[in-house]
């Protein structure tokens, strides 16, 4: 037999068994919809400990729970030298200080483009506002600049 010549139930079940099996697949690819949730964080360098230089720059940063990485951008000038180290900080408000939680990789070249992953302690002081980007340079071995990370919908 022949599609032609195949009973019309015969046709509908297949054809029905096509569709469900299309709708699968489908499923199975995901929607926009579904696209990997992430939010965002900034921050602005100033001067910290008593650094006389002026720096400027900023942090825009990606966190994607669900593999807990932070992809980031980190941009700077008017150090007085070369960023020697870098690291995430926390946890800790603006005015105070805190360990780091992670160290990020260099090379130190503006602009900084990485990705690190986050431990659930990094994660909570992120969300809550309460972790910073700190350069470090020969001449400010505790940091020269500091950026704190806050997500600039939340008020």
């Known amino acids: 037999m022949t599609p032609a010549t195949l009973p019309r139930t015969s046709t509908s079940l297949r054809t029905a068994g096509f569709c469900a099996l299309a709708a699968g697949f489908l499923t199975l690819a995901g929607t926009p919809a579904q696209a990997e949730r992430s939010e965002r964080f900034v921050g602005d360098f100033s001067a910290e400990h008593n650094a006389t230089s002026t720096p400027t720059g900023h ?4 966190y994607f729970p ?3 990485q932070l992809r ?3 941009t700077w000038q008017g150090l007085t030298g070369p960023v020697t180290v870098a690291h995430l900080h ?3 408000t603006p005015d105070q200080e805190a360990p780091h939680l992670v160290t990020i990789k260099g090379p130190y070249t503006t602009p900084l483009n990485g990705t690190m992953i986050l431990s659930a302690d990094g994660e909570k002081a992120l969300l809550e506002g309460k972790t910073y980007i700190n350069l470090h ?3 400010y071995p505790k940091g020269e ?3 704190q990370l806050l997500s600039p919908y939340k008020k």
């Open 90 to 92: 926390g946890p800790a």
């Open 59 to 62: 942090v825009d940063a990606l």
């Open 66 to 68: 669900s593999t807990h």
């Open 137 to 139: 340079t020969q001449a």
């Open 145 to 147: 600049a500091r950026a």
């Open 72 to 74: 980031y951008t980190i």
